[in-house]
Every structure is written in C-alpha cells, then in structure tokens.
C-alpha cells in the first residue's frame, strides 16, 4: 500500500508537470478537469494567508495609486500630433523648473484619513514623463508649479500633492502626482511551486477597473500555441484573488512566446477596498508597467 501511494504521487507530480505551460492533460492534449481544482485551493490559500495578517494591516494603511500618475490636461489635445507627442513621452523643457518647498506631501482620503508620503522634486517628475527628445513631434513645458490633484487608490479616491506643468498653447497644466507609492509589505505566503499550480500563469499587471467598480481589466500572458488567456476571481470580505491560466494547449513543441493581452474580470459586488490578489505569486497585483510612470509602489 505504501508503495502504491508513492507510485501515486509520483503519477501525479509527472502529471503536473507535462506538457506546455505546466497544466495536467488529457489524450487529447487539452487541460485536464482537475487543474481548475488545483488552482482554486491555491487562491484559497492566498486568501487564507493574507486575512488578517501583518502585511494585510500595513497595505490598509498604506498609499497605493491604481491609475496613471500622469494626467493629461483637462482641456484634452489640440491634435493627433500632441497625443502622439504624449504617447510617446516627446517633451522638451523651454523654461525653470522650482525647487521642492518641502520633503513631505500629504495623501487625503477625505474622511479624515490622511497619510504623509515623501514629496519628488519638479525636476525629478519631468524626467518621469520626459523620456525621449527626438524629431518628432514634441511637447514644451515652461514651467510648473505644486498644487493638488486626486488619484484613484488602493483605498478610493485621494487628493494628492501633484506638479502641475504649463505646456505652451494649453490652458490647463499637465499634472503629475508628486508623493511616491507605500513599499509593499512582504506578503505572507510565497511564490506557488513550479508545476504544483494547475498551470497558473502570474498576472504582470492591473490596467483598469470599472467606474462602478463591478470588473477589472488586468494583462494575461499566453503562447502561440493555445486558445488564449483565461482569468478567474475568487471573492472574500478582504480580497479578490486572480488565477490566470490559458485554454486549449496544444501538445507538443511550441515556440517561446509570450503574449500579453488584456482580460476583463467580472465580479459579483464591486471592488472597493479590498486588496486584489495573484494567486500565482501570492502578491498584490501591480497597476501600470512597473518601469513606467504609474507603479502601483516602490
């Protein structure tokens, strides 16, 4: 008996394990039924692991933007040309930029919640958003100021210190928030093991929820070789945890791709507060490229 169930296991782990992308497979070469199973205890886990733990509190009270730290003018483009010198970060700076008052800034929730956060110098925010001074067609900035703005976070809506750049022909600045992210507590369970997850895949990052707070978009990844990305949400009190996996993987040799593509995620009762989750990596999921303008924290 004892060897049958080490046989078993054995069976079991080499399941697992074979095949593209890590899922159990049937003759066919399709995921087999169990690994959804698999992936559910882990999200489970995940959610089991941060209820009510330390790193659970130090993200409540913590500062964590979920959109973009960079926010056009209100007066929106005058062009295709300017939207496209924004795309792609084309700036050029005919003007002073001040020096920082103070080192702090104060994040405001609006319910008398508030949390000081170090303040980034002018010219350190024109950098995060002047990446590139080609040819092309370009924006100028001639000066900036501090003043406000309110940014959606891991808490709700904020008002936040922010530099506000005067572009040359616009009435309305571009806005840049000038606090930097929380650092993200060390979560309180680690990285699932390879092959060991019902072929979970990590989710790179958040691109956007709904007004209504009732979906989520994140960024998947999948192969050349499959029917695309699938994500699936297990809902608490406290989180929302993503399992991301992919559907239809082709037995066999397949090229090293891999291709991200956005995924809307629908949830029973909104967002809110609570904390979104990877089940894959036991991690908050991030918004915005972490090397880009809007990470979630440092």
Not at 28 to 45: L, N
Not at 95 to 113: I, N, Q, Y
Request: charged share 25%; hydrophobic share 35%; with cysteine.
């Amino acid at each position: 008996m004892h060897s049958l169930r080490l046989l078993s296991a054995s069976l079991l782990s080499a399941g697992l394990l074979a095949g593209c992308g890590g899922d159990q497979r049937t003759d066919d070469g399709r995921a087999d039924a169990q690994s959804p199973r698999v992936r559910e205890e882990r999200a489970r886990q995940v959610a089991d692991a941060w209820r009510g733990s330390a790193a659970a509190a130090t993200w409540a009270r913590g500062y964590y933007p979920m959109a973009d730290a960079v926010q056009e003018p209100v007066s929106g483009w005058r062009g295709a040309a300017d939207e496209r010198a924004f795309e792609t970060r084309n700036f050029v700076l005919d003007g002073e930029l001040p020096r920082t008052p103070s080192a702090f800034g104060k994040v405001d929730w609006g319910d008398g919640e508030e949390l000081t956060r170090p303040l980034m110098g002018s010219k350190k925010a024109y950098r995060s958003f002047a990446l590139d001074r080609s040819a092309g067609p370009h924006l100028t900035v001639t000066g900036a100021r501090l003043g406000t703005t309110t940014i959606v976070t891991s808490r709700g809506k904020a008002t936040v210190p922010a530099w506000l750049f005067t572009l040359e022909h616009y009435d309305t600045p571009l806005k840049r928030v000038a606090v930097t992210p929380s650092k993200l507590p060390e979560p309180p369970i680690g990285r699932a093991r390879q092959g060991a997850a019902g072929g979970l895949r990590s989710i790179p990052r958040l691109t956007g929820t709904a007004a209504d707070g009732r979906s989520v978009t994140v960024r998947a990844t999948h192969g050349s070789c499959d029917d695309g990305p699938v994500v699936t949400a297990l809902e608490t009190g406290e989180s929302v945890v993503l399992s991301a996996s992919v559907k239809g993987v082709e037995r066999g040799a397949c090229p090293a791709d891999m291709i991200e593509q956005n995924v809307r995620v629908g949830l029973s009762r909104p967002l809110g507060d609570r904390i979104l989750l990877d089940a894959l990596t036991g991690r908050p999921v991030p918004f915005g490229d972490p090397g880009g303008t809007a990470p979630s924290w440092t």
